[in-house]
């Protein structure tokens, strides 16, 4: 397909220099002269396959296609981004509800993008999206702005994840290769980034999306409040997001970070975001402290406090809005990237708008190791929203 052959590389507002330029940069998909008409509208469309496994040993039986379609920014300029449609072979559903999956960080450069890893085996949410499947859902993995596309992922941007994610499960709806119900019963799903895309989507269904049959919304471990996740996450073994998160909200917002850093950050920066994906960076740059590459040495926390990164932090918050439909919130209380207390904040600030929650907290240790409690409460959690059983509440 024309929409996936390779094209310019993406748009970087550092300049590249030392070991970043050393390295040869996977090119990203091209943004096309024109786009159609409606959000969710597929521009193209090509097979695809799925393993579980790198030396692709082990095939998920499914009816796979990678998808380019229209969706916008924060800014609500329409834009072009990819995904994959998981169709699985047998379903116990008549009409096959179809889930939204909100993809975990992936990092910043364009081969980490989930259509891309899915195909090689490398995508280590995998599990999860074969037990979506394995249950009879339809799944839709958006790749979010940026990430297989040009120009650099704008991860964190609250409203751009969210809007990814519906128009995600609209192309899915749309896509005449696979047989989905144009108007059946929807579901969101995602945890840690994908988390707060799953939130983000489904605060904004009502008003982005309101057409689209939303049942429930599964939520693991949400970076609600980027200040207090931002302060837990910066020289820590996660301290890489910290940096994702600094490339994202700036590249989102017109940004020139450039002046903040000194030369090991600029080389640091580029790094992430063309080189290496999540636990390539996580083993790259562990206990990364952004006061290190700061031109001033100061910490980049320091600066969230100040314009106009206060603005923009607040504009990332979750909780102002109420979702278009049930939640199930899940998130341990050993979380070593995002505190637990971030979650029950959230869950709180649903429930006081009148949200049926279900706070699902546990004792997983470890972000990474809790993504197993996320998808063991939240796959009988969907099977009873399609089977439209009221939903529980702790609120």
Not at 43 to 56: A, H, N, Q, R
Not at 98 to 119: E, H, M, N, W, Y
Not at 249 to 256: A, K, M, R, V
Not at 364 to 380: D, K, N, R, V
Request: aromatic share 6%; with cysteine; glycine share 10%.
């Amino acid at each position: 397909m024309a929409a996936f052959a390779a094209a310019a590389s993406a748009v970087l507002t550092v300049p590249l220099s030392g070991e970043a330029a050393a390295t040869e940069q996977l090119p990203a998909q091209q943004q096309p002269t024109s786009l159609p008409a409606e959000n969710g509208d597929v521009l193209s469309s090509e097979p695809g396959v799925f393993y579980l496994d790198p030396l692709k040993a082990i095939k998920v039986r499914a009816s796979v296609h990678r998808i380019m379609y229209r969706t916008t920014d924060r800014t609500g300029k329409p834009i072009a981004v990819t995904g994959t449609v998981l169709n699985p072979v047998t379903s116990p559903y008549g009409q096959r509800p179809i889930v939204g999956f909100a993809p975990g960080t992936q990092g910043l450069a364009d081969k980490c993008a989930p259509s891309r890893q899915l195909a090689e085996g490398t995508e280590y949410e995998a599990l999860p999206i074969k037990k979506l499947l394995d249950r009879g859902f339809a799944v839709v993995v958006t790749d979010y702005q940026g990430l297989g596309t040009p120009g650099v992922h704008t991860y964190m941007d609250r409203e751009a994840q969210g809007r990814a994610v519906l128009d995600s499960v609209r192309a899915a709806q749309r896509l005449d290769s696979v047989d989905l119900p144009d108007a059946g019963p929807v579901a969101l799903y995602g945890y840690s980034q994908g988390g707060g895309a799953s939130a983000s989507a489904a605060e904004l269904a009502l008003t982005y999306a309101p057409e689209l049959k939303v049942k429930g919304a599964v939520v693991g471990a949400p970076p609600a409040d980027l200040k207090r996740v931002a302060d837990s996450m910066d020289g820590s073994a996660y301290g890489a997001f910290f940096n994702y998160s600094l490339s994202g909200l700036s590249t989102s917002y017109g940004i020139d970070i450039g002046p903040y850093l000194n030369a090991r950050g600029k080389r640091v920066t580029n790094d992430l975001r063309d080189n290496v994906c999540t636990t390539q960076a996580l083993a790259k740059y562990p206990f990364l402290n952004s006061r290190f590459l700061t031109a001033d040495g100061r910490p980049l926390t320091e600066r969230l406090q100040r314009a106009p990164w206060n603005a923009i932090v607040a504009d990332q918050q979750l909780g102002k809005r109420k979702p278009a439909a049930p939640v199930l919130l899940s998130h341990s209380a050993l979380d070593d990237v995002v505190p637990q207390q971030v979650g029950k904040n959230l869950a709180a600030d649903w429930c006081r708008q009148g949200t049926r929650v279900k706070f699902a907290g546990n004792h997983i240790p470890g972000h990474i190791a809790a993504t197993h409690g996320t998808s063991t409460e939240g796959l009988p959690w969907l099977a009873n929203r399609f089977a439209n059983r009221t939903a529980p509440s702790t609120c």
